[in-house]
């Protein structure tokens, strides 16, 4: 009698959240995979639930959108307190953009855009703090999609500032979770999409040109890989070898 064969081990998931019906996690869901990890998505926009615990989860990671983290909409909200889930249980968590917005809202902080009605759209300087100079290498320059920004809220480390337009860029708080303003997942597909569909945005005042977004990209994205690769190295590691719940150790 044949035995069958025992089935292999089902593969760490990471929760990933959505917020429009054509998102997709990009180059950040590229990488997750690579590294071995399953990706849940869910949309809460759209009627999907979120788990009451990440045990079945590695880590979790909140995307962007173009609705704010202020605005009054029940998934905002939903989501928004739901971040209690991974920072309580010290599961690694990333927020992007809208993500890191949220997570500042959670903490207690304020989103909010310039008095001037400033925007950054397209590429920006970036520069990291002490702190994140001893975690690892940033780029120069990272691509941005917003029209607001965030504060500081207690008990974070401010990892990397920008330009005095929105001079809080990438956050720490506790041993895993993360919150980054610019937009490490962008694919040259992504950026053709946005900069065609929502082409009204560079219009906006301090946006740059469209042209420049792909001159940039041409410049400034292996660095941005680069960084990426180093971070989720160093926030999830791979399937086979998770990063555990403790503080990162310094960049050698």
């Known amino acids: 009698m044949l035995q069958k064969s025992p089935s292999p081990p089902a593969r760490p998931r990471v929760l990933i959240v959505l917020h429009q019906e054509t998102s997709t996690p990009g180059r950040v869901g590229q990488e997750l995979a690579r590294r071995g990890f399953c990706l849940d998505i869910r949309k809460p926009r759209f009627g999907d639930s979120l788990p009451a615990t990440m045990e079945d989860h590695a880590g979790a990671v909140i995307f962007g959108g ?5 605005d009054p909409d029940a998934f905002v909200k939903k989501e928004t307190d739901w971040i209690r889930v991974p920072l309580a249980e010290n599961k ?3 927020g992007i953009c809208l993500g890191a917005q949220m997570m500042v809202k959670h903490l207690g ?4 855009g310039h008095k001037d009605g400033l925007v950054e759209i397209g590429y920006y300087p970036l520069n990291a703090t002490t702190a994140g100079e001893d975690l690892m290498a940033w780029p120069d320059k990272v691509y941005q999609w917003h029209r607001e920004g965030f504060s500081l809220p207690s008990g974070c480390e401010l990892l990397a500032k920008g330009t005095h337009v929105y001079p809080n860029q990438a956050i720490r708080y506790g041993p895993s979770a993360y919150g980054i303003q610019f937009h490490p997942e962008l694919t040259y597909q992504m950026m053709v999409r946005w900069t ?8 906006l005042p301090g946006a740059k040109q469209r042209r420049d977004h792909f001159a940039g990209r041409f410049v400034y994205d292996r660095a941005v890989k680069s960084w990426l690769d ?14 555990q719940a403790q503080p990162m150790k310094a960049a050698e």
């Open 109 to 112: 902080g304020t989103v909010s």
């Open 230 to 243: 180093g971070f989720l190295d160093r926030w999830i590691g791979t399937a086979e070898t998770p990063v």
């Open 92 to 94: 690694p968590f990333l």
């Open 66 to 70: 173009p609705m704010s983290a202020n």
């Open 196 to 203: 065609t569909k929502a082409a009204e945005r560079m219009l």
